[in-house]
């Protein structure tokens, strides 16, 4: 195993943590935006826009993969 992580450049590895890591904030996101928009109270609004968290998770996310295929 530490022979392979030896060999692998440290660009994509980093990279693909990151996507992992954006991806999950991306559906994270998605979960608290459909709660906000299903809640009762419409004037009970959130502190976050998760619409813009979201968003940038998926920018986050495209360039990390384009770095991982890119490595």
Same mark, same amino acid.
């Given at each position: ?10 660009? $994509? ?28 109270? $419409? ?29």
């Amino acid at each position: 195993m530490a022979q392979v992580l030896n060999d692998a450049s440290e660009v $994509p590895l980093a990279a693909g943590i990151v996507a992992i890591l954006a991806l999950l904030l991306a559906l994270f996101a998605a979960w608290r935006e459909r709660r906000g928009t299903m809640r009762v109270d $419409p004037d009970a609004v959130g502190l976050l826009d998760w619409r813009g968290v979201q968003m940038l998770a998926l920018l986050l996310l495209a360039v990390a993969l384009l770095l991982v295929a890119k490595g």
